[in-house]
C-alpha cells in the first residue's frame, strides 16, 4: 500500500506566503517555498508516501464557459497585491523549474488550463482506478490544502489535510457533519455558489440551505423551494465550474513512489531547521 500525499501547491503557497511575507535568503525571496516545504516534510514526518506536488497553470478552462469565473480576483488594480502575486509566481517557478528537479521530484503536475485543483482530483481518479485493478492493499490519498471545494473527493480512500488548522477531515466527518456524500458537495458548490471563485449562485441560497435540499428536508411550496426549483439552470451550468476534475483524463500519470533529498536544496536557500 502507498500514501500518496496531494499538495495542492499554489493554494498553500499563497497561505505561506502570508505568513513568512517577503522572507529572504541571499536575496532570493523564499517565505512560500519555505512553508510548502516545511509542509511537505511535515506530512512525510507523519504519514509516509510520497508527495505529489500540483500546480495550478492558468483558469482558460472554466473561464470559457463563464468569463465571470474568478473575475472577482482581477478586477481592480491594486499595486500591493499584485506585488505579493509576482513573488509567489516567481517563487513558484523556481520551485518547478529548479528547486523540485534538484531534489529528484518527478511527480510533479501540471498542464495549461487547468488549476492545481483538478491536479489533485487526477491524482484521486489514478488512485481509484488503481485500487479496483488491485488484489489487495489499496493506495490512499491525503489532500493538502485549505480550499474546500476538494472535499467532493473525499472517500474510504482519501483523507484532506487542513495545514491551517491542523485538522484530518474523512469521509465519514463530512457525512456527519453535512448529511450527504461527499460526491454531493459539487452541488451544494453549484447550488450555493462560490464566493472565492466568483461562481454565482442562486440568490439566497447558501451552503445549508443547498444541503438541506439535497437532504429532501426542504418543504415544497416554500420560497427556498421554489427558489431552488427556478434555480436549476443556475444548478447545471455551475456543476462543471465546480467539478473536480473538470474533466477526467486530462493526461495519462505515471506516479513514482519517491523521497525528495532535501540536503543540498534546503541548505542553498538558508532553511536548516528544515532538516
Same mark, same amino acid.
Given at each position: 500500500?502507498?500514501?500518496?500525499?496531494?499538495?495542492?501547491?499554489?493554494?498553500?503557497?499563497?497561505?505561506?506566503?502570508?505568513?513568512?511575507?517577503?522572507? !529572504?535568503?541571499? +536575496?532570493?525571496?523564499?517565505?512560500?517555498?519555505?512553508?510548502?516545504?516545511?509542509?511537505?516534510?511535515? *506530512?512525510?514526518?507523519?504519514?509516509?508516501?510520497?508527495?505529489?506536488?500540483?500546480?495550478?497553470?492558468?483558469?482558460?478552462?472554466?473561464?470559457?464557459?463563464?468569463?465571470?469565473?474568478?473575475?472577482?480576483?482581477?478586477?481592480?488594480?491594486?499595486?500591493?497585491?499584485?506585488?505579493?502575486?509576482?513573488?509567489?509566481?516567481?517563487?513558484?517557478?523556481?520551485?518547478?523549474?529548479?528547486?523540485?528537479?534538484?531534489?529528484?521530484?518527478?511527480?510533479?503536475?501540471?498542464?495549461?488550463?487547468?488549476?492545481?485543483?483538478? *491536479?489533485?482530483?487526477?491524482?484521486?481518479?489514478?488512485?481509484?482506478?488503481?485500487?479496483?485493478?488491485?488484489?489487495?492493499?489499496?493506495?490512499?490519498?491525503?489532500?493538502?490544502?485549505?480550499? !474546500?471545494?476538494?472535499? !467532493?473527493?473525499?472517500?474510504?480512500?482519501?483523507?484532506?489535510?487542513?495545514?491551517?488548522?491542523?485538522? *484530518?477531515?474523512?469521509?465519514?466527518?463530512?457525512?456527519?457533519?453535512?448529511?450527504?456524500?461527499?460526491?454531493?458537495?459539487?452541488?451544494?458548490?453549484?447550488?450555493? +455558489?462560490?464566493?472565492?471563485?466568483?461562481?454565482?449562485?442562486?440568490?439566497?441560497? +447558501?451552503?445549508?440551505?443547498?444541503?438541506?435540499?439535497?437532504?429532501?428536508?426542504?418543504?415544497?411550496?416554500?420560497?427556498?423551494?421554489?427558489?431552488?426549483?427556478?434555480?436549476?439552470?443556475?444548478?447545471?451550468?455551475?456543476?462543471?465550474?465546480?467539478?473536480?476534475?473538470?474533466?477526467?483524463?486530462?493526461?495519462?500519470?505515471?506516479?513514482?513512489?519517491? !523521497?525528495?533529498?532535501?540536503?543540498?536544496?534546503?541548505?542553498?536557500?538558508? *532553511?536548516?531547521?528544515?532538516?
Amino acid at each position: 500500500m502507498s500514501t500518496w500525499i496531494a499538495l495542492d501547491v499554489s493554494a498553500l503557497a499563497y497561505r505561506s506566503f502570508y505568513t513568512t511575507g517577503f522572507m !529572504q535568503y541571499k +536575496g532570493i525571496d523564499v517565505g512560500a517555498i519555505y512553508g510548502i516545504f516545511k509542509t511537505a516534510i511535515d *506530512m512525510l514526518d507523519e504519514h509516509g508516501g510520497s508527495i505529489v506536488w500540483c500546480l495550478d497553470r492558468a483558469t482558460t478552462k472554466r473561464k470559457a464557459l463563464d468569463s465571470r469565473y474568478k473575475a472577482n480576483r482581477t478586477e481592480e488594480y491594486d499595486p500591493e497585491k499584485e506585488e505579493i502575486r509576482k513573488a509567489i509566481r516567481e517563487q513558484t517557478r523556481a520551485l518547478v523549474k529548479e528547486y523540485l528537479p534538484a531534489m529528484g521530484c518527478r511527480n510533479v503536475l501540471w498542464k495549461n488550463g487547468y488549476e492545481g485543483d483538478d *491536479m489533485v482530483g487526477l491524482v484521486v481518479e489514478w488512485v481509484r482506478r488503481y485500487n479496483l485493478e488491485a488484489a489487495s492493499y489499496p493506495d490512499d490519498v491525503i489532500i493538502v490544502s485549505v480550499d !474546500q471545494d476538494l472535499w !467532493q473527493l473525499l472517500g474510504d480512500d482519501v483523507r484532506y489535510w487542513n495545514p491551517i488548522k491542523k485538522k *484530518m477531515l474523512t469521509a465519514e466527518w463530512f457525512t456527519k457533519e453535512w448529511g450527504i456524500k461527499p460526491s454531493q458537495w459539487v452541488d451544494v458548490k453549484a447550488l450555493a +455558489g462560490c464566493k472565492g471563485d466568483n461562481v454565482i449562485g442562486i440568490a439566497g441560497i +447558501g451552503e445549508k440551505t443547498a444541503a438541506k435540499y439535497l437532504r429532501g428536508e426542504v418543504k415544497e411550496g416554500t420560497k427556498t423551494h421554489e427558489k431552488l426549483i427556478n434555480g436549476k439552470e443556475v444548478w447545471e451550468k455551475n456543476i462543471p465550474l465546480v467539478r473536480l476534475p473538470f474533466e477526467s483524463n486530462i493526461m495519462p500519470l505515471n506516479l513514482r513512489d519517491e !523521497q525528495p533529498k532535501w540536503g543540498p536544496t534546503l541548505k542553498k536557500l538558508g *532553511m536548516r531547521t528544515l532538516l
